[in-house]
T-cell receptor
């Protein structure tokens, strides 16, 4: 158990819909990262938040957005869903002390299926 | 564009064999290289290698970073069926901020 929690575990929805995925980082971790893992693309970095502010952006679509709240939990919003958005979405957290190679700890993931 | 390439993509061995997994990278402002093991769900951390710590060992697993060749290897000796997993290599790069770039992984299957 990494200490990172994600809800829900599984989500099945239809194309065109909007969903929200939630992540609570490990106690004391200020950074939250979101990743998408699909069979053909592997693990892709989407976005990072640090202490409530966006810190880095990866391959995140415009239909997707995220935020980190004052209590440091984060939500990833996916809208106008397409079949290709079906994937495992991971959240990870790290202390982000600025030291090289802060280790990221992954949550159990949310499996999203778009029908 | 930052890139991490792992090889082989898939490997099937018998228990007791020794395996070597490879990871090469092209990133700007390298900070560190991490190895993860992914079984059923979330990746779990194995090793982190930086310029100041280019070799790590834990039990039957060991890893070396070659900064000159921009690569790393993960060795597993005396493999067990419980080692069956996808092994992910990731490089932490510093652009305007940190980002972790993953390879596609090596799927290791250890047969009894």
């Amino acid at each position: 158990d990494s200490g990172v929690t994600q809800t829900p575990k599984h989500l099945i929805t239809a194309t065109g819909q909007r969903v929200t995925l939630r992540c609570s980082p490990r106690s004391g971790d200020l950074s939250v990262y979101w990743y998408q893992q699909s069979l053909d693309q592997g693990l892709q970095f989407l976005i990072q938040y640090y202490n409530g502010e966006e810190r880095a952006k990866g391959n995140i679509l415009e239909r997707f957005s995220a935020q980190q709240f004052p209590d440091l939990h984060s939500e990833l919003n996916l809208s106008s869903l397409e079949l290709g958005d079906s994937a495992l979405y991971f959240c990870a957290s790290s202390q982000n002390t600025g030291l090289p190679g802060d280790t990221q700890y992954f949550g159990p993931g949310t499996r999203l299926t778009v029908l | 564009e930052d890139k991490v390439v792992q090889s082989p993509l898939s490997l099937v061995v018998h228990e007791g064999d020794t395996v070597t997994l490879n990871c090469s990278y092209e990133v700007t402002n390298f900070r560190s290289l991490l190895w993860y093991k992914q079984e059923k769900k979330a990746p779990t951390f194995l090793f982190m290698l930086t310029s100041s710590g280019i070799e790590k060992k834990s039990g039957r697993l060991s890893s070396i970073l070659d900064k000159k060749e921009l690569s790393s290897i993960l060795n597993i000796t005396a493999t067990q069926t419980g080692d069956s997993a996808i092994y992910l290599c990731a490089v932490l790069a510093q652009g305007g901020s940190e980002k972790l770039v993953f390879g596609k992984g090596t799927k290791l299957t250890v047969n009894p």
